[in-house]
């Protein structure tokens, strides 16, 4: 999927991203690797003003997919989180970044799983920073990769 494609399913067609302001940063095709932004925003902090654990699990999660959907095509394939591995490091505080990479090496070994199988699952790794560089968080996060189901290709043509 090109840049601008990522872009338009995070920022303008996931109503989840939009609430919690993530931002598409880079979107690198070649490379398989994605950078986005979770904005310093109220809406996402904790009663300590912090940034809520929950957000930063969604977060890095939809950062995780979208380096999966660099290579697919999602009215083709979607994918589907099943697991989710993260390990808190420090407190998340002001805006974070998340970073994620698949190449196109590691996808292919996964999709002929998909052809022959009809799905297979690729762990992405990612990490969140805040704004000094610190990892707050990092994790991988397991997905379910298949053929789109009819009801769903209605959401991407």
Known sequence: MEEGMVVGLVEQRCPYAQRTHMRVRTVARVEGRVVMALEDSP???????L???????????????????????PSEY????????????APGRGELTCSARVTSEELGAVM???????????TVDFKVRDES????????????IMPTPEEYRKYFT
């Open 43 to 49: 809406d996402n902090l904790n009663a300590f003003g």
């Open 51 to 73: 940034v809520h654990a929950g957000a930063i699990c969604g977060f890095a999660e939809t950062v995780a997919g979208s380096a999966l959907l660099t290579h697919l095509d």
């Open 78 to 89: 979607i994918v589907l989180n099943t697991i989710l591995n993260i390990r808190f490091t």
């Open 112 to 122: 002929e799983e998909v052809i022959a199988r009809g799905r297979a699952d690729k």
């Open 133 to 144: 560089g610190r990892v707050v968080a990092s994790g991988q996060a397991t997905f379910r």
